[in-house]
Protein backbone atom coordinates (compact mmCIF):
# COMPACT_ATOMS: atom_id res chain seq x y z
CA UNK A 1 0.00 0.00 0.00
CA UNK A 2 2.73 2.64 0.64
CA UNK A 3 4.56 1.15 -1.73
CA UNK A 4 7.91 0.77 0.22
CA UNK A 5 7.87 -2.49 1.91
CA UNK A 6 6.81 -6.12 1.80
CA UNK A 7 2.72 -6.36 2.48
CA UNK A 8 2.65 -7.98 5.33
CA UNK A 9 0.19 -8.11 8.14
CA UNK A 10 2.49 -6.39 10.94
CA UNK A 11 3.31 -3.49 8.26
CA UNK A 12 0.04 -2.87 6.64
CA UNK A 13 -1.83 -2.67 9.70
CA UNK A 14 0.77 -0.75 11.68
CA UNK A 15 3.67 0.46 10.46
CA UNK A 16 3.39 1.50 6.82
CA UNK A 17 2.91 5.36 6.18
CA UNK A 18 -0.71 5.02 5.76
CA UNK A 19 -1.41 2.95 9.03
CA UNK A 20 1.01 5.20 10.90
CA UNK A 21 -1.00 8.88 9.97
CA UNK A 22 -4.46 7.03 11.23
CA UNK A 23 -3.12 5.14 13.93
CA UNK A 24 -1.69 8.90 15.36
CA UNK A 25 -4.67 10.57 14.46
CA UNK A 26 -6.94 8.37 16.82
CA UNK A 27 -4.22 8.64 19.66
CA UNK A 28 -4.36 12.29 19.14
CA UNK A 29 -7.90 12.67 19.52
CA UNK A 30 -8.04 10.53 22.78
CA UNK A 31 -5.08 11.80 24.07
CA UNK A 32 -2.53 8.86 24.20
CA UNK A 33 0.63 8.70 24.22
CA UNK A 34 2.23 5.25 23.22
CA UNK A 35 4.76 3.60 21.44
CA UNK A 36 3.38 1.15 18.40
CA UNK A 37 4.43 -2.43 19.33
CA UNK A 38 6.21 -4.53 16.81
CA UNK A 39 3.40 -6.96 15.95
CA UNK A 40 -0.28 -6.95 16.07
CA UNK A 41 -0.32 -9.47 18.25
CA UNK A 42 1.45 -7.50 20.72
CA UNK A 43 -0.93 -4.49 19.98
CA UNK A 44 -4.01 -6.48 20.90
CA UNK A 45 -2.63 -7.63 23.61
CA UNK A 46 -2.12 -4.25 25.64
CA UNK A 47 -4.31 -2.19 24.06
CA UNK A 48 -6.60 -2.34 26.76
CA UNK A 49 -3.73 -1.21 29.14
CA UNK A 50 -3.11 1.58 27.60
CA UNK A 51 -4.49 5.09 28.13
CA UNK A 52 -5.65 3.63 31.60
CA UNK A 53 -9.27 2.08 29.84
CA UNK A 54 -10.70 -0.69 30.86
CA UNK A 55 -11.86 -4.42 29.91
CA UNK A 56 -15.48 -3.05 30.41
CA UNK A 57 -15.22 -0.19 27.53
CA UNK A 58 -16.36 -2.01 24.52
CA UNK A 59 -16.01 0.73 22.43
CA UNK A 60 -12.03 0.98 23.09
CA UNK A 61 -11.96 -2.41 21.97
CA UNK A 62 -13.23 -1.78 18.29
CA UNK A 63 -10.84 0.72 17.87
CA UNK A 64 -8.07 -1.27 16.39
CA UNK A 65 -10.78 -3.37 14.14
CA UNK A 66 -11.93 -0.35 12.97
CA UNK A 67 -8.89 1.25 11.66
CA UNK A 68 -7.70 -1.88 10.50
CA UNK A 69 -10.90 -2.75 8.31
CA UNK A 70 -10.24 1.78 7.09
CA UNK A 71 -7.13 0.15 6.06
CA UNK A 72 -7.73 -3.13 4.50
CA UNK A 73 -10.60 -1.03 2.34
CA UNK A 74 -8.14 1.40 1.03
CA UNK A 75 -5.21 -0.92 0.01
CA UNK A 76 -8.12 -2.95 -1.46
CA UNK A 77 -9.57 -0.01 -3.56
CA UNK A 78 -5.21 0.60 -4.00
CA UNK A 79 -4.64 -2.64 -5.34
CA UNK A 80 -8.24 -3.83 -6.96
CA UNK A 81 -9.84 -0.90 -7.98
CA UNK A 82 -6.88 1.55 -9.56
CA UNK A 83 -7.70 4.33 -6.74
CA UNK A 84 -5.19 6.26 -4.81
CA UNK A 85 -7.21 7.76 -1.99
CA UNK A 86 -6.57 10.35 1.44
CA UNK A 87 -3.75 8.35 2.91
CA UNK A 88 -1.49 9.76 1.04
CA UNK A 89 -1.71 13.02 0.93
Do not use: Y
Not at 9 to 35: D, E, P, T, Y
Amino acid sequence: MCEQKAEVNNHLFIHCKAASKLWNMFLCILGVSWVMPKTTMELLNSWTQIGNRGKSEDWWKTIPACIWWTLWKERNARCFEGQNDSFRR
